[in-house]
């Protein structure tokens, strides 16, 4: 079956830090990879995605890519800001008619 | 604004009552999506229509939860004798669905209408 598993927080990072949130997959076929990021009280706004293996998802400093060997698509930025505070999701869709959703992973940075 | 409209936004019902959420898709978007998301998860996938065609209904839909698309274009997704279980945020999303072997689609969320049972 299809499921994602992401790595638990809550994170709690300094301004500036390096952030990596794990997640990782299993699916059948050939899935898209996406990041979602929940703000409070709002939501969920795609952040990037790679529909195939070895592609590279980027959007607003933060990257991603499709690990197939690995079954993984972890989420990086290099220096996060206060504004990155949120709650971030891994999902997948293997037919596009469904999408597997983790738990999701919720960070916070301070000044 | 052309996004996934959600309404109400927020929702206080007594145990028992029944309650109706609609959703308003981006407006070329024939496919539409509603999930269920509580506190500390992710959303979980309820259903999903192509254009007015439901064409699947999770587990998690029991007999009290109906879906409608009547003209493919709004939604409605009614829930019966409201239980406190059924305390969640009900998220409607959409995508321009390009056939149902690309799974490419990028899916656009509403912000959610919150259902509180008491």
């Known amino acids: ?111 | 604004d052309t996004g996934v409209s959600q309404d109400p936004r927020h929702k206080i019902t007594k145990r028992g009552q029944n309650v109706t959420f609609r959703c308003d898709p981006i407006s070329e978007h024939n496919r539409l999506y509603w999930y269920r998301q509580t506190l500390g998860q992710g959303p979980e996938f309820l259903t999903y229509f192509q254009n007015e065609a439901q064409l699947e209904k999770s587990r998690l839909l029991s007999d009290r939860f109906s879906a409608e698309r009547p003209k493919g274009s709004f939604s409605t997704l009614e829930i019966q004798r409201t239980e406190q279980g059924d305390s969640a945020m009900y998220l409607c999303a959409s995508s321009l669905g390009q056939g149902m072997l690309i799974s490419g689609n990028t899916i656009y969320f509403g912000e959610g209408s919150w259902l509180t049972v008491v």
């Not at chain 1, 794990?22 to 952040?47: D, H, M, R």
Request: proline share 4%; net charge negative; glycine share 10%.
């Open chain 1, 1 to 111: 079956g299809n499921s994602v598993t992401q790595m638990e927080g809550p994170v709690t990072l300094s301004e500036e830090a390096f952030l990596t949130i794990n997640c990782t997959y299993t699916a059948t076929g050939y899935p898209s990879l996406f990041w979602y990021v929940q703000y409070p009280g709002e939501g969920l706004q795609l952040l990037l995605k790679a529909t195939k293996a070895d592609d590279k998802g980027s959007n607003k400093g933060f990257e991603a890519t499709y690990r197939k060997e690995t079954t993984s698509f972890h989420l990086e930025k290099g220096s996060v800001q206060v504004s990155d505070s949120a709650v971030y999701f891994c999902a997948l869709s293997s037919t596009g008619n469904q999408f597997y959703f983790g738990t999701g992973t919720s960070l916070t940075v301070i000044p």
